[in-house]
């Protein structure tokens, strides 16, 4: 029982550069998000997906776009990425939304 | 507006002390209330989750209160040890029509435990 995992754990890119980050969680929940947690920020959620076919936009969506391509996993995208999207992202799951979330270990993400 | 602000900032102690991390809610409709803890380097982990009728609830050393009249909590940590050393993020649930198992987040409490 893996819990939540996200791939890569470290990611450089250069400005303008698209890359796809990914979660899966074995845990049969109906909930997803992405967070990214930026220094004296906290954590800021991104996009959701309270259960499987949907999803919803979150505090800081823009620049972001996300696929739950199944019950199991839930992708995020940055079509073109820009320094401020420099940042830690963390993927989280949960039974249902509101119900305690369990979060993966994070993926540091670095746009030049 | 929806906030939750926690104080101090940052904390840094000897181990064996005891500390308390405070957390203020401005959220309507509350629905609850959880205290996550954070290493460096790692993803938040649940610690409690308090309801509005639950004053008290504690794991292990860490003890955690509520009070929803003034909308504070408290997360009081016994006996510290070095691998209490990380981050303490306040989290209060939100529901309603459209703030159903809405979250929202502290900015968090940055522990330091000292040999």
């Known amino acids: 029982n893996a819990g939540v995992t996200q791939t890569p754990k470290f990611q450089v890119l250069k400005t303008g550069q698209s890359m796809t980050l990914q979660c899966a969680q074995d845990m049969n929940h109906n909930s997803m998000y992405w967070y990214r947690q930026d220094p004296g920020m906290g954590l800021r959620l991104i996009y959701y997906s309270a259960s499987e076919g949907t999803t919803d936009k979150g505090e800081v969506p823009n620049g972001y776009n996300v696929s739950r391509l199944n019950k199991r996993e839930f992708s995020l995208r940055l079509e073109s990425a820009a320094p401020s999207q420099t940042s830690v992202y963390f993927c989280a799951s949960s039974e249902e939304r509101g119900d305690t979330q369990y979060f993966g270990p994070g993926t540091r993400l670095t746009v030049l | 507006k929806n906030q939750v602000e926690q104080s101090p900032q940052s904390l840094i102690i000897l181990e064996g002390k005891n500390c308390t991390l405070q957390?203020?809610?401005?959220?309507?409709?509350?629905?609850?209330l959880r205290w996550y803890k954070q290493d460096t380097g790692r993803g938040p982990v649940s610690l409690t989750i308090?309801?509005?009728?639950?004053n008290t609830k504690s794991n292990g050393r860490y003890t955690a209160t509520l009070d929803a009249d003034t909308k504070q909590s408290s997360l009081h940590i016994t006996a510290s040890q070095l691998s209490d050393s990380a981050s303490y993020i306040c989290?209060?649930?939100?529901?309603?029509?459209?703030?159903?198992?809405?979250?929202?987040f502290g900015q968090g409490t940055t522990l330091q435990v000292k040999p």
């Open positions: 957390c203020n809610y401005t959220v309507s409709p509350f629905s609850n």
């Open positions: 989290v209060v649930s939100s529901h309603g029509s459209s703030n159903t198992g809405k979250l929202i």
């Open positions: 308090m309801t509005f009728s639950e």
